[in-house]
């Protein structure tokens, strides 16, 4: 829920970054600071299936493609599409091996990433389909922001079951999550700009959990029904805890930590640590969620637009392949780190270049 930029000015510019990029490569280097052009070949349908390690998988909408990352972040590089077929939206686990994708007219497909095998699991929902998974991929949520009917997938990967939600949302839907346990939280847009936060437990009916000044982002915590909140509005980050029973509210962090516009959040694989990206000042922030020490702050050659999980514990990607340079988060280590996977320059399948 769910974007770096940069510009080259003249040769002596492409040379210097050209360089950058080799020399960064050899010695480990986290990055550049800025956008690099690509060796590797341009992506294709038909690409065979990288032979290298694989750091994870990422949407490329400029090609209509899912593209794994090889190599290990900080030397990687994207490697051609693996989904065959053009779709229109992808939401890839690479640690289950299994990615959903919509196709064009929005039915829904499960695809295994090592043997590129596909099925089709649900009809479409509406225009402008959003796929999300649970933080251990054991659920997915399929929605369009102006539909008020969903579907909810359980049991993933070996064991899909689809079921019909109904939202009773009011507004356009401009944010949404799901739990591991199946809890939805749906974050509606009112007429003066606010956002009303909706919880749909997977018993009884939905309510209002809390209204946001402006939607930032939300996830849920790997296992349960504890969900991190951000308001873009007030630059306050929330945790709200036991959803499903006796909802707690306490504040995580502020304007005064350095929260500006948080535009995304996620989590460690193992609940240890939960981040959030702010949409201004290049900056994401990691909470302990343990409590056992203060938020580390994470400085970024970017413009953070989201936190999709990459393989590992706490790796993530920042920012779209559409942006010239991917950027991604490796957030596990006691000194977390940006790293950038440079991108193709490819046609846009929407017409365009890239």
């Known amino acids: 829920m769910l974007r770096g930029r940069s510009s080259l000015d003249g040769l002596a510019s492409l040379g210097a970054i050209a360089a950058c990029v080799v020399f960064a490569t050899a010695i480990g280097l986290s990055g550049c600071g800025t956008t690099a052009v690509s060796t590797s070949p341009p992506a294709s349908a038909s690409a065979s299936k990288p032979g290298a390690a ?73 225009k402008s389909e959003r796929i999300l998974l649970s933080p251990s991929c054991s659920n997915a949520l399929v929605y369009s922001p102006g539909i008020a009917s969903g579907v909810l997938i359980s049991g993933l990967p070996s064991s899909p079951l689809v079921q019909s939600l109904s939202f009773a949302s009011s507004g356009s839907i401009v944010g949404a999550a799901v739990s591991d346990l199946g809890t939805v939280l749906l ?12 919880l749909l437990p997977v018993a009884g009916s939905s309510q209002t959990l809390t209204r946001l000044k402006q939607f930032g982002a939300m996830t849920f915590l790997p296992g349960g029904d504890n969900a991190v909140i951000a308001d873009a509005g007030t630059n306050i980050v929330s945790l709200e805890k036991q959803l499903s029973g006796n909802p707690t509210l306490s504040q995580l962090a502020s304007s005064a930590t350095g929260i500006s516009k948080p535009v995304a959040a ?45 393989y590992g514990n706490a790796s993530f990607q920042l920012s ?35």
């Open 54 to 126: 694989v750091s994870g998988h990422v949407w490329d909408s400029r090609i209509a493609g899912l593209r794994p990352v090889t190599g290990s972040l900080g030397a990687a590089h994207l490697a051609g599409s693996i989904s065959g077929a053009t779709f229109s939206a992808a939401a890839p686990c690479s640690s289950k091996d299994f990615a959903l994708l919509a196709d064009p007219t929005g039915a829904v497909t499960m695809m295994s990433l090592s043997s590129g095998q596909q099925s089709q699991l649900a009809a479409p929902v509406g």
């Open 187 to 198: 974050a509606s847009r009112n007429s003066d700009g606010s956002s009303a936060v909706r």
């Open 266 to 310: 996620s989590a460690s694989a193992d609940g240890h640590f939960a981040f959030v990206a702010n949409g201004t000042g290049g900056n994401i922030y990691r909470f302990d969620m343990s409590g056992a020490s203060a938020p580390i702050r994470i400085s970024c050659a970017c413009t953070a637009s989201e936190l999709l999980p990459l």
């Open 320 to 354: 779209d392949p559409a942006a010239g340079t991917i950027f991604a988060l490796d957030g596990d280590a006691s000194v977390p780190r940006t790293v950038f996977i440079p991108t193709d320059k490819i046609a846009s399948v929407r017409g365009g270049a890239q």
